[in-house]
């Protein structure tokens, strides 16, 4: 809903486009610097009731939101909702793998399709809500947050049950090793995080400042911009969910490939679109592009199996940061140029998906290591 009341601030405190993209840099940026630290200690001991305590400062990040009388406290207020998404994300990834049954990739889509959901009625309230009834109805939401913290009250109370069962478990668990080579498994991590940059850069355009664009080109109403702005959000939704099973079968690669590089030709035609295809390609790059997250996260967790948390923490970090320093260097490009400018610039961003052809083919890998364990127990000897 943050990015849903830009209009509303800007209008307020008379924010230029700058302004507008640090507001998401700073939200953004206390989603993601604690991440990796957060992933790390956890992979060691696992705190499943840190995710009622990351919703915690969302709800007070929620509530000083629609208390907020200067740009300063908005900042505040964003960055305290932040905190809260970089104490959640961890954890409660490792709790969607925990729970998967093996199902990697559809449990990881069915966990973020949460967030791409909210996400995209965030407009919607934005528009027949808070637009209408000012920025204290913001504060509004507040009892959906505590429903949320009850909930992982109850999660938290599952997750330490499990662990206590394998904790007195009398199998001696193997020790977890990475299918690859260190060098192999290093270069993956960093294309990775490249495709990640391109993804999280170009859904930074669209989220922050999509409903400026469709007012400056085509004079609509607020209201209508922030339709268009469900739409795109809830097809990224949809993607979200789909990128998972398709992963689990026929490979995360094969996913990734599809998802970035695929949407070349539509974010090169975008710009020059009507507001009819405008809000058909929109609708089409959400659900394409959005369909590669789960597939990188579950294909890096594969390549670290024994650092899941921060792993986890790391590109949930990385995202938020990369969409967060993306908004405001976009903002001052906007600032400096026009809105239109940036589309197109921001059109080649899906180039970087050739840099999947650096990736590892994760199925081979694991059928290479299946055998070797099978050879292991032949034999009876360790490597």
């Not at 209009?7 to 840099?25: C, R």
């Not at 791409?116 to 637009?131: D, E, H, I, K, R």
Request: charged share 10%; proline share 5%; hydrophobic share 50%.
């Amino acid at each position: 809903m943050i990015t849903a009341t830009y209009p509303l601030f800007k209008i307020i405190y008379q924010l230029n486009y700058l302004q507008i993209g640090l507001i998401t840099l700073t939200y953004q940026l206390t989603a993601s610097i604690l991440q990796p630290f957060i992933g790390h200690f956890n992979d060691f001991r696992p705190k499943p009731f840190s995710l009622p305590v990351g919703l915690g400062f969302t709800l007070v990040g929620l509530i000083l939101l629609s208390r907020s009388s200067s740009y300063h406290a908005i900042l505040l207020s964003c960055g305290l909702v932040g905190i809260g998404s970089s104490v959640f994300h961890p954890e409660s990834s490792r709790v969607a793998r925990m729970a998967s049954g093996g199902q990697h990739g559809l449990a990881q889509s069915v966990f973020q399709i949460g967030g791409n959901a909210g996400a995209a009625l965030g407009p919607l309230f934005a528009a027949f809500l808070v637009m209408p009834k000012g920025q204290r109805s913001i504060a509004w939401f507040s009892p959906a947050v505590v429903i949320a913290i009850a909930i992982l009250i109850y999660v938290g109370t599952w997750c330490r049950s499990q662990h206590r069962s394998q904790a007195r478990s009398t199998i001696k668990k193997p020790a977890i090793k990475p299918p690859l080579p260190p060098r192999k498994t290093h270069l993956a991590i960093v294309v990775l995080l490249c495709l990640i940059f391109s993804k999280y850069l170009y859904l930074s355009s669209i989220a922050s400042y999509y409903i400026f664009y469709l007012i400056s080109k085509f004079h609509v109403s607020v209201q209508n911009a922030q339709v268009h702005l469900f739409v795109f959000l809830g097809a990224a939704a949809l993607g979200t969910f789909a990128g998972g099973p398709i992963g689990d079968r026929f490979g995360r690669k094969v996913v990734i490939w599809f998802s970035i590089l695929g949407i070349l030709p539509f974010t090169l035609i975008l710009p020059h679109a009507n507001l009819f295809w405008t809000g058909i390609l929109t609708a089409i790059i959400g659900f394409v592009l959005a369909s590669a997250f789960s597939a990188i996260v579950v294909f890096a967790q594969e390549l670290l199996p024994h650092r899941v948390g921060m792993v986890s923490g790391l590109f949930f970090g990385f995202a938020f940061g990369m969409g967060g320093v993306g908004a405001a260097t976009l903002g001052k490009l906007a600032d400096l140029t026009s809105i239109n400018f940036v589309y197109q610039v921001c059109a080649f961003l899906p180039l970087f998906g050739l840099l999947t052809i650096f990736l590892p083919d994760m199925r081979k890998v694991s059928r290479s290591a299946a055998d070797a364990v099978d050879l292991e127990l032949a034999t009876g000897y360790e490597k």
